[in-house]
């Protein structure tokens, strides 16, 4: 087991630096082709939202540096994200992605939305080839265990969201949202949700920009709104009280002479911009503006945090079902860290078994069936009494610290050199 996980979220990064190491999910193949080709990693998964950059690893004897690869790969200065990431390996690491897949290191615990990502990321992994064996074992283990934190715990009921919390913004700042116009600039998830949050409290028409105006117009059908085209983007904007962007783009689509513009044509009007865009799709220096009020992802957070209190119990339950599932998988993947030598082993005897019965077979002359009987009974016994020692301490290292020790004694005792232990099969050996 040499698992690895390196990264940034929430609680580790402000904004500014998660949206340097943001993939957009066009390139998001891409990446994790270039990370299973890093040196070291046998097996890799990339997890990026509006709220983490993960790197999920099985690596050669825990020594690939994935920090090189984000250096290398973003082309950033190390002084620039490395004082924010975390990095945990083996059980930790285990931990780590069953919390994040159970909701329990999201912004708003127990959102749902996180799954979907980490399955997301997971297909995309699989169809580059980049998932097949332990991580594959990981994966779809997490998934069990956030079906089952669901299942078993409250964590989920009730479960305050980005969404919900930008509509208590957008009615501290218009008193109501009776009647106020929405625009949505990117036809994401969370842009739809937050959007259906504002129509139920009131919110009147919807307009729809992205860059594919089909998926606009499907957007806007959901709504009664209206689509628009990219193009017009600037142009129709200020129809707007409250914009929800999130767009992917590489840089700012809202800048400082935009808000001027708008707020010129709206006679001063306020409007509200929920920026769920990572990396930003909002200057901060609109924020500048009288009567333009920008929210990001981290103002969001801060938001969300004072919500979350009534949740406590519920997710210590979780964190309990986690620590026990975190052991139970360790647990299986030692298991499986021993079968290959258990099976190699038997292999080996039984191939001298059968070959010292062939070569006195002709010294023995026309032999009986009760012979032939007998015979296979008094090696077999010899086998299996030489066997029992080695393959019960196997087992027992299984659940053990020392499993890899073992069995490499084991192996190297019995000059077992067809399959080195923890290759899944159809992996070569070193020896092969």
């Known amino acids: 087991m040499s698992f690895r996980l390196i990264g940034v979220n929430h609680h580790s990064a402000p904004v500014e630096v998660r949206e340097r190491l943001a993939i957009p999910e066009s390139r998001l193949a891409e990446a994790v082709r270039h990370l299973v080709q890093h040196p070291g990693v046998d097996e890799g998964l990339i997890l990026s939202t509006c709220n983490r950059v993960e790197l999920l690893t099985r690596t050669r004897n825990g020594t690939a540096d994935l920090r090189g690869f984000l250096r290398d790969y973003f082309r950033l200065e190390p002084a620039e994200f490395e004082p924010h990431l975390y990095d945990y390996s083996e059980a930790d690491a285990i931990r780590h992605f069953f919390r994040v897949t159970s909701s329990l290191d999201s912004m708003v615990v127990g959102e749902a939305q996180i799954l979907g990502q980490v399955k997301e990321a997971y297909a995309t992994a699989r169809a580059v080839g980049a998932v097949h064996s332990q991580l594959d074992l990981l994966l ?247 066997m029992h020692t080695p393959i019960s301490t196997l087992k027992t290292a299984a659940r053990a610290s020392e499993a890899t020790t073992v069995i490499d004694v084991v192996r190297r005792l019995f000059n077992l050199r067809d399959q080195k232990p923890g290759k899944p099969d159809g992996e070569p050996g070193e020896h092969d």
Not at 162 to 185: M, R
Not at 286 to 293: A, C, Q, S, T, V
Not at 341 to 350: F, M, N, P, R, Y
């Open 140 to 386: 779809t283990r997490a998934f069990a265990v956030a079906k089952r934190v669901r299942t078993e715990t409250a964590v989920g009921s009730s479960a305050v969201s980005v969404a919900s919390v930008a509509v208590e913004l957008a009615k501290k700042i218009f008193g109501s949202l009776q009647g106020k116009h929405v625009y949505l600039v990117g036809a994401g998830k969370m842009s739809e949700l937050a959007a259906r949050h504002l129509q139920a409290h009131g919110a009147a028409s919807i307009f729809v920009a992205n860059r594919t105006f089909e998926r606009a117009e499907q957007l806007a059908a959901k709504f009664n709104g209206e689509a628009i085209h990219f193009s017009e983007l600037y142009n129709t904007c200020d129809r707007a009280d409250i914009v929800i962007t999130s767009t992917g783009a590489p840089v700012a689509i809202f800048r400082r002479e935009h808000g001027e513009l708008f707020l010129s044509r709206r006679k001063n009007r306020p409007m509200f911009f929920i920026d769920i865009a990572v990396p930003r799709d909002v200057d901060p220096e609109m924020n500048k503006l009288d009567g333009i009020f920008v929210y990001d992802i981290d103002d969001l957070q801060q938001a969300v945090t004072v919500h979350v209190t009534d949740r406590k119990k519920e997710a210590e339950r979780a964190e309990e079902i986690i620590t026990s599932e975190v052991e139970r998988f360790r647990a299986r993947l030692l298991t499986l860290e021993v079968v290959p030598t258990i099976v190699s082993l038997q292999d080996h005897i039984e191939t001298i078994r059968q070959a010292e019965i062939d070569r006195v077979r002709g010294r023995l002359g026309p032999l009986s069936p009760d012979q032939e009987l007998a015979i296979e009974a008094l090696t077999r016994g010899i086998v299996n009494k030489i």
